[in-house]
């Protein structure tokens, strides 16, 4: 069985910077896509970005392109999130994920076809 454990999650300025770590371990892990989710208090949880298990395609949410960067290390069997530019919007528990799914779809970004979660991050994004 596939088990995802989030790090790196904390309090950061507007403007700051974070890096997440999802760890994998157990059977598959690098044969799946693995995505970072997000959710708000109060909102639905929402797709950050995807990375396939090849590392060649990659996908990212709207709000968070040109200031989110997604890897991976398969020989590690992690898959970082760097977050550069943080807004109070971003503000959130971030979850890792990993699936059987295609990150170059338009709408790759849900969350029943991920199958694997970790137990999420949280990030706070404050003055």
């Known amino acids: 069985q596939l088990q995802l454990v989030e790090s790196g999650g904390g309090l950061v300025q507007p403007g700051g910077s974070l890096r997440l770590s999802c760890q994998a371990s157990?059977?598959?892990?690098?044969?799946?896509?693995i995505a970072w989710f997000r959710q708000a208090p109060g909102k639905e949880r929402e797709g950050v970005s995807c990375?396939?298990?090849?590392?060649?395609?990659?996908n990212y949410a709207d709000s968070v392109k040109g200031r989110f960067t997604i890897s991976r290390d398969n020989a590690k069997n992690t898959v970082d999130l760097q977050m550069n530019s943080l807004k109070p919007e971003d503000t959130a528990k971030y979850y890792c994920?990993?699936?059987?799914?295609?990150?170059?779809?338009?709408?790759?970004?849900?969350?029943?076809?991920?199958?694997?979660w970790g137990q999420g991050t949280q990030v706070t994004v404050s003055s």
């Open positions: 994920a990993a699936g059987s799914t295609y990150c170059f779809l338009t709408n790759w970004a849900k969350p029943a076809d991920f199958g694997s």
């Open positions: 157990g059977f598959g892990a690098d044969y799946k896509a």
């Open positions: 990375i396939s298990s090849s590392a060649k395609n990659t």
